[in-house]
């Protein structure tokens, strides 16, 4: 009798601990940020172990003002297929998109226009169209707009950031680019391509 109730203990015991380590009550936050973005509202596990993989955007060449082609290369990683998995390296894909944008729209490094920058994102999959805002129809009105098309690349006056999210209490837009993770104001974002 007592040994069936020692089996029941440890029994329950270890049912316990594995649905502890699989529940959502033992996740990580990380705090202020929260946001509509599917991305951020998909639970977060617990970290079991060393990241695998690292930074997939670490790799990516870094040139003086190609942030537009840098941001294109980061976009990458994120398709069903990203370079990592696509038989190629962030270097290589980038040189591809390099010399298709030298070949067709005579490119030749640094700032890129916003139109080349467009039709090579395009070209190659990874956006489809983009929105241009005014006083009259501005960036912060387009993405409080729940209807909004997933939004990929923000784009300023003289710079350009892979989208990561919005947060309408602040009215601000966090982007990524070849120096990090930034937070701007909404008002500043000239366009989007999405």
């Known amino acids: 009798m007592r040994k069936t109730f020692y089996v029941s203990v440890a029994a329950i015991a270890i049912a316990s601990g594995l649905f502890y380590l699989g529940s959502c009550t033992a996740d990580y936050e990380e705090p202020g940020l929260s946001s509509l973005d599917i991305e951020d509202q998909i639970m977060r596990g617990k970290r079991l172990g060393p990241e695998v993989g690292g930074n997939p955007d670490a790799d990516i060449p870094v040139n ?12 990458k990683h994120k398709t069903p297929e990203g370079w990592t998995n696509s038989g190629t390296t962030a270097e ?8 298709y944008a030298h070949d067709n729209y005579d490119y030749q490094g640094g700032r890129m226009d916003p139109s080349v920058m467009l039709n090579v994102g395009i070209h190659f999959g990874l956006l489809q169209g983009g929105k ?5 129809n501005t960036a912060s009105d387009f993405f409080k707009d729940p209807g ?3 939004v990929r690349t923000v784009n300023f006056a003289n710079h350009t950031g892979k989208f990561i999210r919005y947060n309408p209490k602040g009215d601000t837009v966090t982007y990524s680019d070849s120096e990090g993770v930034k937070t701007v104001p909404a008002s500043t974002v000239v366009s989007v391509y999405y």
């Open 132 to 136: 241009t805002f005014s006083k009259d």
């Open 64 to 75: 003086k003002d190609e942030c537009a082609l840098y941001a294109l290369v980061s976009l």
């Open 148 to 150: 909004k098309t997933k």
């Open 92 to 99: 290589n894909y980038y040189n591809q998109l390099y010399k």
